[in-house]
């Protein structure tokens, strides 16, 4: 289990994220979104113990993450940004992790090497950035890790390898019950994937749910009137987003739809709509800190 506790963590006088609170448990996959540059990278570094957090505590399984070497055996991160040594392989890298962690699977190495159809003995410097990627996820997936923590990995994988890279992780958690956190700027990346979704805003964690609540705490509602309508007709109702056009009012509510509904029923509109929320418009609306008028920006 992963135990994330109010961490804050601070570079000079910048603060990267403050008060972060969530847990991972065994056998979940939690999605970490954020824009990019909302502290997605700081967190998992300090998660996996790279950086030492200014504020709270991370951790595994009872265990304080940073400077654990005993945790560390067990934790594998895999970053945006990719490093292997000059010259390397996928086979010598295999051999390099295979001496630190006492769990690698030389077999499940070979086995994902033939999946994703890479050649063992070729330099990884030669190889795409998606391809590279590949190797990683085949050597983190082959520590047969306890807590897996990874930056942005679907950036530079096709769609054929996204999506090997899902059900192997979906079947990895099941046979290990490892707690796997998974970033993205791309909600679309994590769908059908998390179990669990954390939102980053504003350096801090301003969502953190069950994926399978999502679409019980929102609810979002067309209207139609026969006659022209303002914001000023919604004063009373406490909603995320508005948007009026003429006659029609699309309008979204966290909170329980029934309720909503009989608020809206008030207004006498001529026809209301249900709709469910897609997570990528919970997020979007949870994120959003101005309304542009984008017809006047190129006034």
Do not use: W
């Amino acid at each position: 289990m992963i135990e994330i506790k109010n961490v804050t963590k601070k570079f000079d006088n910048f603060v990267a994220i403050e008060d972060i609170s969530f847990n991972v448990e065994p056998t979940s996959i939690y999605g970490l979104i954020g824009y990019n540059g909302a502290g997605k990278t700081t967190l998992l570094k300090t998660i996996a113990g790279i950086y030492r957090a200014d504020g709270g505590e991370v951790l595994l399984d009872g265990q304080r993450s940073f400077d654990n070497d005993d945790n560390r055996k067990d934790l594998f991160y895999i970053p945006d940004d990719l490093y292997f040594p000059l010259n390397s392989t996928p086979l010598s890298m295999a051999k390099f992790y295979a001496d630190y962690y006492p769990n690698f699977h030389m077999k499940t190495f070979e086995n994902l090497i033939e999946v994703f159809g890479l050649d063992k003995k070729k330099k990884i410097r030669g190889f795409s950035k998606g391809m590279q990627r590949q190797t990683e996820i085949i050597l983190g997936l082959a520590s047969n890790p306890k807590y897996l923590l990874l930056d942005e990995t679907f950036d530079g994988l096709d769609p054929q390898k996204k999506e090997i890279s899902k059900k192997l992780f979906l079947e990895y958690i099941a046979q290990s019950e490892a707690s796997i956190i998974i970033s993205s700027h791309n909600l679309t990346e994590l769908s059908n994937l998390c179990d669990h979704v954390g939102l980053i805003n504003g350096k801090k964690l301003t969502m953190d749910c069950c994926v399978d609540d999502i679409s019980q705490n929102y609810c979002k509602f067309r209207l139609i009137f026969d006659r022209d309508i303002k914001e000023a007709d919604f004063a009373d109702l406490k909603y995320m987003s508005l948007d009026i056009d003429s006659k029609i009012a699309t309008i979204i509510f966290e909170g329980n739809a029934k309720e909503q509904a009989e608020k809206l029923k008030a207004l006498n509109p001529i026809a209301i709509d249900e709709y469910k929320l897609t997570m990528e418009e919970v997020f979007l609306n949870e994120m959003e800190d101005k309304k542009y008028d984008i017809t006047k920006i190129f006034e």
